[in-house]
């Protein structure tokens, strides 16, 4: 009997099968058409139909400035058509430097229809709020979702970097399922588990997709990580005959609420790698230990 808790199935994220892992273009900056469009096909080959994308995507990381990942995404489907219809494509608004944050109805539209000239799309599959613009009512923001989605502009929605309140205050006015739910979560950051987000994403069927699923490289370089959760990786790596990466996107595809590890890589190699995770087992003596080694102190 296989007791390993690694969820490798599709996930069913409203109206759209995506895979269990996700390829995320906040570093998505390189310079080359070509590089560009080898890094979605990589991704796309390797299971990621789910491409995560923000109009702010560009603005830092040495990107060229607001919307410039959105822009070098359009390029690539202006040259290979064909890739649109083997993606789910997401994109995200309501940063909008330096106020920072505008959730309001005609910033949402404005911003939405911005990603969709800038992308070359009729389109978004699924659009989130990027983050919670406190000074907005969320039923004004939930009207101007609905509107969009109305229009065939978006459709689904989601949210990302949400309080569970702000969750429910949002779903509440929405006349449809919030798709999608966005926390930062690896493990080196167990909010997640412990803020209420996947309690919530469990009762209400949504899809939590974990960005920063290796701490934004940390994990995998080890720097600036507990010690003892390095050795309790390096040791579960060494058992299942990979990498200290893939044991830590294992972690992340290991809850129940069947997050989506996004992967930000790029270097077509280590794309390919990441799918090593999917085959990784893990019970519930290893995912506890790392929790452990995580938090620093002993579980109650």
Known sequence: MNDSLINSNQRQLGQFSVGALSYGLWRFTTDSVDDAQGLVETALDA???????ADVYGLD????????????LGKVLAQ???LRERMVLASKGGIMPPIPYDSSPGYLVEACDASLRRMGVETIDLYQIHRPDMFAHPAETAAALAGLRDAGKIREVGVSNYTVDQYDALAAHLPFPIASTQPQ??????????????????????VPLAWSSLAGGRLAT????????????DRLAEREGVDRAAVAVAFVLAHPSQPVAIIGSQNPDRIKAATSALNVTLDRTDVYEIVVASEGVPLP
Do not use: K
Request: with cysteine; proline share 5%.
């Open 80 to 82: 290979a058509p064909q």
């Open 61 to 72: 990381y040495g990107g060229s400035g607001f919307g410039a990942n959105e822009e070098l």
């Open 47 to 53: 299971g990621m139909n789910l491409i995560d994308n």
């Open 185 to 206: 979560f690896s493990c080196a950051h167990l909010d997640p588990m412990r803020d209420g987000t996947f309690d919530r994403a469990m009762r209400d069927g949504v």
């Open 222 to 233: 080890g720097e600036d990580v507990a010690p003892d959760l390095i050795a309790v990786l």
